[in-house]
Structure formats: structure tokens, C-alpha cells
């Protein structure tokens, strides 16, 4: 049961962050002993990855380069990465916006935290139960001694209180325009809905989503004029 938990815990970590560590291979990197918990990710070594039966040299490089690429996160989707019970992604971005980074969230206040809107004592009662815990104090410890340093969202930012939704194949991956957004203080949805405020639309675009774009009046955006900033600033 404790190691299941690990590679659930270690597959929404990276899901949070990276991106090519699915479930099978959260599995093998617990059950091989090269993970303990969602930290030791940063601690990867192309040597030891390298060794592991679904890794060749090439794979191996690829991750490994991938994780030290990104031990700088989007404090919101490191905090949902974290897996605080109650903390979904819409609340782990209220949070972020609120801290100024990590170690001012991990000495956050329950009274601190019931004055998020959106945050009732339940929620806050749960994120200062995990954050009190011995065994988080040190895995959060152990984040920064790798070097992981989440950046604060910013919450006055030039795309703060824009929605956004992206569809179609993009020149960066989706995760990245996704971080861009959240880290200039804009909500990124995966879902087209009454609060989205623009569609960005790469190539080979579903008609599913440009159609309920169209139905709510949402405005739609090509990646380029999204690069361009005017369109949105």
C-alpha cells in the first residue's frame, strides 16, 4: 500500500512538472529503489536510468536532462503536484497567488489561509495538517537542497483574472504556453467553458472545441498572435 501510494504520488508530481514519466515508469523507478519518494526525481542520474530494463542510454539522457530542466515549476502546479488532500488545481493556483514562493507557503497560518477566497477551514485545515507533518517538513527540505525552486505565480501579472484553453499541435509543448500563462498570473483550463476568455489554437485543430468556442463567444487566438502579446495584454 505505502509504495503504491509513492508511485501515485511520484506519477502526479510529474505530471505536475515533466513530461514522459507515466505510470509504468513512476512503477519501475519505485520498485527499483532509485525513488522513495516524490523528491528523489531530481536526484536521477542518467547512469542509473540508463540501467533500468525500459531505458537505453538515449531515453535515459532525455529524462534526466528533462527533470534538471525543470526544477524551476509554476508554484501552483507544484503545490497540486504535492497531493494535499483537498488542494485540487483551481485551489493550488489561489494559493499560489497568494505566496510569494515555497518557503513563504510552507510557513503559511491557517488564518492565512481561510482568507484566500475560495478557502474554507476544512481546505486550510488539511494544507497545515500536511505542511506540520515531520515527514513533509522533510521532503520539502529535501526539494530545495536539490535545487527545486517553484516560482510564484504572479498575481498582478499582465494575464491576471484571463482565462485560457489551448487546442491543436503548438511550436512549444502545451505544457510550457501553460506555464507561461500561469506565470504571467492567467488561469489555464482545459476545457472550453462560460469563464474562458480566449482559445489559443495551434494546427490540426479539433472542431469540438472551436465550436463550443464559437457558441459562448469565446475569442479565438492562433498561436502566433499569442507570441505576439498584443492580442492579450
Known amino acids: 500500500h505505502t509504495r503504491s501510494l509513492v508511485v501515485t504520488g511520484v506519477q502526479t508530481c510529474a505530471l505536475q512538472i515533466l513530461e514522459g514519466l507515466g505510470e509504468r515508469n513512476a512503477e519501475l523507478l519505485v520498485s527499483t ?38 526544477k524551476a515549476p509554476p508554484l ?32 503559511s497560518t491557517i488564518g492565512q489561509l481561510e482568507a484566500i477566497p475560495g478557502i474554507g477551514q476544512i481546505v486550510a485545515e488539511s494544507i497545515q495538517g500536511w505542511l506540520s507533518d515531520e515527514s513533509n517538513i522533510r521532503l520539502l527540505d529535501k526539494f530545495a537542497q536539490l535545487g527545486v525552486h517553484p516560482v510564484p505565480v504572479q ?40 469563464s474562458t476568455d480566449y482559445l489559443v489554437a495551434g494546427q490540426r485543430v479539433g472542431s469540438s472545441k472551436l465550436a463550443k468556442a464559437k457558441q459562448l463567444g469565446v475569442k479565438v487566438i492562433s498561436e502566433t498572435r499569442w507570441l505576439d502579446r498584443k492580442s492579450v495584454v
Do not use: W
Not at 502546479?77 to 507557503?105: M, P, Q, S
Open 33 to 70: 529503489g532509485l525513488v522513495s519518494d516524490v523528491a528523489d526525481i531530481y536526484s536521477l542520474t542518467v547512469e542509473a536510468v540508463s540501467k533500468l530494463d525500459r531505458f537505453a542510454k538515449l531515453s535515459a539522457t532525455k529524462l534526466v536532462g528533462e527533470i534538471q530542466r525543470k
Open 76 to 107: 501552483d502546479r507544484f503545490i497540486y503536484g504535492l497531493g494535499i488532500r483537498h488542494v485540487g488545481t483551481k485551489t493550488a493556483n489561489d494559493i499560489a497567488k497568494h505566496f510569494t514562493g515555497l518557503e513563504d507557503f510552507s510557513d
Open 155 to 194: 498575481a498582478g501579472g499582465s494575464l491576471a483574472g484571463i482565462s485560457f484553453v489551448i487546442t491543436g499541435a503548438l511550436s512549444v509543448s502545451r505544457d510550457e504556453l501553460a506555464n507561461q500563462i500561469r506565470l504571467r498570473g492567467g488561469n489555464f483550463q482545459t476545457g472550453v467553458g462560460k
